[in-house]
Structures are given as C-alpha cells and as structure tokens.
C-alpha cells in the first residue's frame, strides 16, 4: 500500500502563494514561559522582533515576564563583536536576576540569515555557566504562529531523561500524579493506583493551561489509563522521563516535528489520533488511545450525548450556517470538523501548513464527520492567499469568518461577521468540559448582531 492510499480520498488539497496573515512564532514564547514556570526565554532578534512581542502580548509585558530581546546591533551583523561573548553577557545578567533553570535561545529571521550558530554556542556556554540552554529556531522564515511551539517542545524532547530515575527524583517528575493525589494518604495512593489498567506507559506532548491538563488526565484515569507525564511540565527540572518504546500522543494539530523527534531520536510509538477538540474529537482520542493502549472503553457515547445537550443552546445558533477559515493557527481542521458537527458547512479551511501524516486521523473524521451530516467536504487550502481568499468569502456569501485581526474590522465593516482566530489558541477548548468555550467564542459574533438588530 502507498502511503496516498491512507490519506481520505474525499478532501480536496489545495496550495497557494503563502501571503497570509499570521503571528510570527515567536509569540510562543508568551504562553511558554507562563507554563514552564522556571524558564526563561531569550529572543535574539531585532528590533522589528521586539516590536511585535511588545504590541501582540498586550497587557503582559507590564507583568515582568520572563522573556526578554537580545537586539542585534549593527556591530553583530557585520561580525564585529563576538556573538558568544555578548550572549555570555546576557545570559550571565539573566542567571544573576531571574536565575531560571533553563534558557530558552529563540532565533529568528535574522539570526539564520546571517547564519549565526546558535546550536553550536549553546552547549559551550551552557558547560561554562552551568544552566542548560536549548535553542529553537522559531522564525517567520520557516513557521507560522503555532508552529513556535512545535519547535520548542522538538528542542525539549532531547532534555527528557530517558531513564527511570531514583525514587525522590521519580516523585519530583510526577507532578501530575502528585496534583491528583494532593491531600490523600499514602493507602489511598496505593488503592487508586490500582485501579489503572496494566499498559505501556504514556507521555502526552502539547502545552496546555494546568486546569486542562488536570482534566484530561482525569478523564482518561476514567477509562484506567494512566499519563505517565506531559511534555511540557509545569517546571523544566521535571520534564517526563521518555523511554524506548514507551506511546506518545499530540494534543495539538501543529505538533509534527515533536512528534517527528519524538519516534526517530528517542523510538517512542505515536498514537495517531483525532485531537481532543469539541466532544467529537474527545471521545475519537480516548478511543484511539484506548485501543492502541489494549483497554476497553467505558460510558464515552453517554459522555458525549451529555456534552451535546448542554451545548444544544448555542448549536442551535450555528445550525444551516457557514463558516470559512482563513487560515493562521494551525487548528484549523480540528474546529472546523467540530462545527461541521454542530450542523455547519465550510466551503474552505486555510491552513499555513499540513502535515497528512500527523493529521491523518484527524482528516479521516473530518471526511466521515461530512459524509454523516450529509455536507460537502470543504477544500484544504495550504498556504493561502488572503486576497484570493477576500474574494472568495464576497463570491460565497459567508456567515462567519475566522479569520485574525487585519481582516476583521474591514470584514465586518461591510456586514460579514468574523471571530478572530488567535482567541483559540489562547482560550481553553480540549476536553469534553472545554466544549462549551469554544461555542461561547464562536457564536459570539452571531449572538452581538442578533442582539444589534
Ligand atoms: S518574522 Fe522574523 S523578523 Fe519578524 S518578528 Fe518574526 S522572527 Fe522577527
């Protein structure tokens, strides 16, 4: 069997100029650093880096965060001061005042273009001032918006320790069994342990606010499935201990390259699953884990049944509608399976990239979500053109729009309603509970014009 003949035949690809709006990737250091608690991130760009952090993390940057702007001056582009000595500065003045226990090199446009080798100077200086430093190239060149994550978490899987370790450390690392058993004595521990199933362990990848990482972990506890760790955790000294042969599953659609490293430098099995996004998406990933995992599920349709009837308010709003997406995020297909669920049609996903591998589950539920709401399969545009797109939503006559800020206000000026995109990467919307967020977000524009007529 070829590889295309596992891709769903149905879906319609199609491929663009690539000149579209979307965040530089390096805005992920602005929900990273709030997750690893004890990191610091190090962006070494320019000013025209440092302008956009400032401008699109809004109240933030008066929050004393732990990221910071190494700007290059002329003398470095033109290799008259020395790069490692003037990172060595910097670095020196971050472990003095913030002494976070690892730093996070970020590169950029600039930095690859004139080719400075952050890879090679960071293990030296790592060795010289005994703080471990990983590098990321997250630059516009390369990635969009999400994809910054993606390339962080690639960087931080080589740093997973890759055997079991002592007993106190062990407890150290386990911080999410830690969370779950709070406040309960050692017997309780030991009877709830047993009441996971026996499988190979498992590490989830993809960073996700605490409450949601809690949630899922319950949910799948539910079915005796045990998370082993999540990469990323909540400190660097307690990154998930990663050994061969252990499954690993992505909780997000723009996580290939993690999930890429994660199978060819440390030989873990990738659970390739729908991603836990509306109720649909839940119960397809606790499936798929479930069966890959050799457990049995338990009480999912009712769950999911529930899900829906509480929801039924806003479906309600969404139902007959369109929707189309421009394309900036990487979530993409993922939502707009889900509200094809709740009774949409989509004409179009733009996509800044798609990776068939990593996605392909979630592209065959896609496909079979169409097939049983009796819609049209939408067309996949990656690297769409936002001018062609314009025209596209005028010739449709489009209900809703997701799209990012430079297209909302115009849009919505001549009486088309838009959501902007990057809300979703920021709100909560995994797990079955979240479900309920992601509607509130999507159906807000609808409900504002209902409520201005
Ligand atoms: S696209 Fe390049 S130059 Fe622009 S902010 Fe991102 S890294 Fe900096």
Known sequence: MTLADTQPQALNFECETGNYHTFCPISCVAWLYQKIEDSFFLVIGTKTCGYFLQNAMGVMIFAEPRYAMAELEEGDISAQLNDYEELKRLCTQIKRDRNPSVIVWIGTCTTEIIKMDLEGLAPKLEAELGIPIVTARANGLDYAFTQGEDTVLAAMVQRCPDKPVGEVEKEERNSISK?????????????????????????????????????????????????????????????????????????????????????????????????????????????????????????????????????????????????????????????????????????????????????????????????EMGVPTPTIVEKPDNYNQIQRIYAQDIDLVITGMAHANPLEARGINTKWSVEFTFAQIHGFTNARDVLELVTRPLRRNNSLK
């Open 179 to 371: 969370l779950l058993n709070f406040g309960r004595k050692k017997e309780e521990v030991a009877v709830t342990e047993s009441e996971y199933a026996k499988h190979t362990p498992l590490v989830l990848f993809g960073s996700l606010p605490d409450p949601v990482v809690t949630q899922l972990t319950l949910e799948l506890k539910k079915q005796g499935i045990k998370v082993s760790g999540w990469l990323p955790s909540k400190r660097y000294t307690e990154l998930p201990v990663i050994e061969e042969g252990y499954f690993v599953s992505g909780i997000n659609p723009f996580l290939s390259r993690t999930a890429t490293t994660l199978m060819r430098r440390r030989k873990t099995k990738l659970i390739g699953a729908p991603f836990p996004i509306g109720p649909d998406g839940t119960r397809a990933w606790i499936e798929k884990l479930c069966s890959a995992l050799g457990v049995e599920p338990t009480g999912l349709a009712e769950r999911e049944a529930q899900i829906w009837e509480s929801v039924e308010d806003y479906v309600k709003l969404l139902r007959g509608k369109s929707v189309f997406f421009m394309g900036d995020n990487l979530l993409e297909i993922s939502l707009a399976r889900f509200l094809i669920r709740c009774g949409m049609t989509c004409p179009e996903i733009g996509i800044p990239y798609m990776d068939k591998r990593y996605q392909a589950a979630e592209l065959e539920l896609l496909s079979k979500t169409c097939r």
